[in-house]
Structure formats: C-alpha cells, structure tokens
C-alpha cells in the first residue's frame, strides 16, 4: 500500500517562482519595468499578466499626479498644501503596492476595484 508522504503536500516550484514575479512587479518605482517587459513579451500567465497592467496603471497615475502636484508647487499659489497633497499621493501609491504584495503573499487576489478594471481596459490590446 502506498501512502503519502510529506513532498506530495509541497507546492510545485512554480507557484514559488511565480509569487516571486507578482511581487516584483509590484514593488513601487522599480516594478514598472519588468511589467512593462512582461506586456510587452506576453509571456507569462494570466495572473502575471493581470498585475502588470495593474502596477504599470498604478506608477503611470502616480507619476501623473506627482508631476501635476509638483508642477503646480512651483507657481507659489497654495505651494505647501500642493506638496503634502504630493506626499499623500505618494505615500497612498506605496501603501497600496505593500498592501498587494501582503496579498499576493496570503494566496488572496491582487484586484483592487476601480483600478483593475481601468488596467483591463487600457492595457489589453
């Protein structure tokens, strides 16, 4: 009689290699561009593919709102209320991709309402 042992209760090596991926795509700043290189290839799984467009939606609206913020601090009108904005922005973009890698790590899914939709829509192509 053959019974089980402990290495059929392991996970296969490549949900490891691919919870990796996700959080590298979603760390802040320096994750846009191995997403940006996976869209481009259009290798990788469904989920991989899903968390790219979403970190590169989410750099591109905080680069956005940072450029617009920062631009706008520079006129003197409302300067120092321009640049906390700024840093709410910024601080929320981190926050939000800390939050989603935690996710990624319990096994929960990386969709963020609002967000995941406007990624869907204007990254497939």
Do not use: C, H
């Amino acid at each position: 009689m053959i019974t089980s042992t402990n290495m059929d209760n392991l996970p296969p090596k490549d949900t490891d290699i691919s919870k990796t991926q996700l959080i590298l795509y979603l760390i802040p700043i320096v994750g846009f561009f191995p997403s940006l290189w996976n869209l481009y290839q259009r290798r990788g799984s469904r989920e991989q593919l899903t968390v790219s467009r979403l970190s590169i939606t989410l750099a591109f609206i905080w680069m956005s709102g940072y450029l617009l913020l920062t631009t706008g601090a520079a006129t003197d009108f409302l300067t120092l209320r321009l640049l906390i904005l700024n840093s709410f922005l910024t601080s929320g973009y981190f926050l939000v991709s800390v939050w989603l890698m935690f996710r990624i790590i319990q096994g929960k899914s990386s969709r963020l309402p609002g967000f995941s939709n406007l990624a869907e829509r204007v990254w497939r192509k």
